[in-house]
């Protein structure tokens, strides 16, 4: 695991009026839904993986160390299942020491493994050595949670402070696809008393919230790499044209970074 570097001192004023205790957060989080920020990062033809799957760094040591502060003012983090299988990653925040920080799985299928090569899964691992909180899953609605093996993990997630949260039906797409309805996913969430929530990706879920539900989303913090990843990387793009509002840039030793809030027509 790699250490994080000091953040740069310019960056702190840059961000915080676009986090949660910012500048324009109290009716959000005075809501039905959590606060929410929405950030990534991704190359200068805006892929965040060279390929699905595979684990691609993009950002510099500054702007990781950046990642683990967003974190930190954050009561949770959302990604999707195929991040979880992709990194195995633990999801914690290692800004502050005191910063605790709930992993949110989106997972219709319960894919999230709680054992990954033999050994319990990064996500178990963290909470149960108290670096971080169990995780909270949220399923589609057919899977009968009674059912073996689906008890068993439900169960070793429960045991770390984690919880596999149900959620009753799905929203239809134009194309008949099925999804969990954001609106849901985000009003449970806020129900279990998550006021802010920073969603990380991967790409499944980024295109889907800002193509259905841009709305949801109240600060936008994309970090750019100096790098092309090809027509075969793994794209980030809503399905329609959207407009960003209140833009801000800074510039690091390496990448850039675009705080901004989503405009709606």
């Not at 986090?19 to 950030?39: A, E, H, M, V």
């Not at 797409?173 to 969603?199: C, P, Q, T």
Request: net charge neutral; with cysteine.
């Amino acid at each position: 695991m790699t250490s994080l570097i000091p953040l740069p001192s310019s960056l702190e004023p840059f961000l915080d009026p676009y986090l949660p205790s910012g500048k324009d957060s109290s009716s959000r989080l005075n809501s039905q839904w959590p606060f929410i920020t929405l950030t990534y990062a991704c190359s200068l033809d805006s892929r965040i993986a060279i390929a699905k799957g595979q684990q691609t760094v993009i950002s510099h040591l500054e702007t990781k160390t950046m990642t683990h502060y967003i974190r930190s003012k954050h009561d949770a983090i959302l990604v999707g299942v195929g991040t979880v299988l992709a990194d195995n990653p633990g999801l914690n925040c290692r800004y502050q020491a005191a910063s605790k920080i709930r992993p949110v799985i989106i997972d219709p299928s319960f894919k999230t493994p709680v054992v990954v090569n033999g050994q319990a899964s990064r996500l178990i691992r963290t909470a149960r050595d108290h670096q971080g909180l169990g995780p909270f899953v949220v399923i589609g609605p057919e899977l009968d949670l009674s059912q073996s093996p689906i008890r068993e993990k439900v169960d070793i997630i429960q045991q770390v402070g984690g919880k596999v949260i149900q959620l009753k039906s799905y929203d239809q797409d134009n194309s008949n696809a099925k999804h969990l309805s954001w609106n849901d996913i985000l009003a449970r969430l806020k129900a279990e008393g998550l006021a802010s929530v920073m969603i990380e990706g991967g790409a499944v879920v980024i295109n889907h919230l800002l193509s259905v539900r841009p709305s949801l989303v109240d600060s936008l913090i994309i970090t750019i790499g100096p790098v092309f990843l090809g027509e075969n990387g793994v794209q980030v793009s809503p399905y329609t044209d959207l407009q960003l509002t209140d833009v801000e840039w800074w510039k690091g030793s390496r990448d850039v970074v675009l705080a901004a809030r989503v405009g709606i027509a």
